[in-house]
């Protein structure tokens, strides 16, 4: 089996540095941006199992990159972290398809095991949820 990619996107590089060095103990392949338009352009660019992104960022917002996720059909599955929790983003996050709303501060083995099993439902081709239109 190929390794597991995951994709990082948090406007603070400090998260996505302790983001990285964590799931890159567990074994997963770790791709972080700090601009959420390099990560729109990189999820053009190739597939990844697991989008690990911020909710709030300049630019794009962690819900775009879900949007535009869903919008391809990718089987990628998304995780959104935010220390801005709010029950009506979390339902968006849902009703698009995000697989998990996590609020920071959150435990690193929690979001370690959120998201290996993230890339075990994208393995299966789980969340094909494109928007005709």
């Known amino acids: 089996m190929d390794e597991t990619r995951v994709m ?18 567990h074994d997963l392949q770790v791709t972080t941006f700090t601009d959420s ?28 990159v879900l949007h535009s996720i869903r919008q391809r059909g990718h089987p990628t599955q998304v995780i ?6 709010s029950m009506e983003a979390a339902r968006e996050a849902e009703t698009v398809g995000a697989y998990d709303f996590v609020c920071k501060p959150f435990e690193l083995k929690d979001l370690t095991r959120k998201v290996k099993r993230a890339a075990k439902r994208a393995r299966r081709g789980v969340g094909l949820l494109a928007t005709e239109g």
């Open 8 to 25: 990082v996107v948090d406007d603070e590089p400090i998260v996505c540095n302790r983001l990285r060095e964590h799931l890159e103990k």
């Open 37 to 64: 338009g390099e990560a729109l352009a990189a999820l053009e660019e190739g597939r990844f199992h697991v989008v690990v992104t911020d909710l709030k960022m300049a630019g794009a917002t962690g819900l775009d």
């Open 80 to 85: 959104i972290i935010t220390g801005y929790g």
